[in-house]
Structure formats: C-alpha cells, structure tokens
C-alpha cells in the first residue's frame, strides 16, 4: 500500500507561517521524478502549489511565488512546504504527491487525506 501522508497544518493568522510536512510509506520519493503539494479549496478545482524535482529543480505557482518553499529531505522519505506570508486565499486542504511528470501527478486517482490550513483573523 503506497501512501502519502500529510500533516502540519493548522488556522494562523495572516502574515503568520506554517510547515508542512509529507511523509510516504509503501515507496520512496526517490524513485520519482516530480513530487510537489497541491490545494484545494471549497468550490474549486485542486491545483498545482509547488514541485520539486528528483535534481532538485523547484516550480511554484505565481500566487505563492517568494513566500512558499518547497524542499525534499530524501534520506527521511519527507517532502517540506514552508509557507510565509499566509494570506486567506492560502485557505485550503493541501495534498502530496508524486509521479513521472505534473501532467501524470494530475491525472492521478490517488490523494490523500491532506492537511486543513486556515488563515483567518
């Protein structure tokens, strides 16, 4: 059984920070080439937050371009966002996964639990 799971969220205030953490078990990210987080809103599509890659090339949406970090630790299995500067529209359950490209982690039948993060005052 292959499972991504993902934790460190939580409500902070705007302007405040998180870490989120995202641990796999049945597999190792090591063996793929893309792993990044994705968020969801109520009402709106999952989309694309950060990717890394297995060289540690990173991608970011422009939305969290300069507050989010996105970082990978391949020796304990974890993938990391730190995320800065947290605005309500960062409001969402954030998920972890991985695969050969973004179009196949797309396309993927398999997410989850996630991890709530709520920013409000």
């Known amino acids: 059984q292959v499972q991504f799971v993902e934790s460190g969220g939580g409500l902070v205030q705007p302007g405040g920070s998180l870490r989120l953490s995202c641990a796999a078990s049945g597999t190792i990210f090591r063996l793929y080439y893309v792993i990044g987080w994705y968020r969801q809103a109520p009402g709106k599509q999952r989309e694309l937050v950060a990717v890394?890659?297995?060289?540690?090339?990173?991608l970011y949406a422009d939305s969290v371009k300069g507050r989010f970090t996105i970082s990978r630790d391949n020796n304990k299995n974890t993938l990391y966002l730190q995320m800065n500067s947290l605005k309500p529209e960062d409001t969402a359950v954030y998920y972890c996964?991985?695969?050969?490209?973004?179009?196949?982690?797309?396309?993927?039948?398999?997410w989850g639990q996630g991890t709530q993060v709520t920013v409000s005052s």
């Open positions: 890394i890659t297995s060289g540690n090339l990173t």
């Open positions: 996964n991985a695969g050969p490209s973004i179009a196949t982690i797309r396309q993927s039948t398999y």
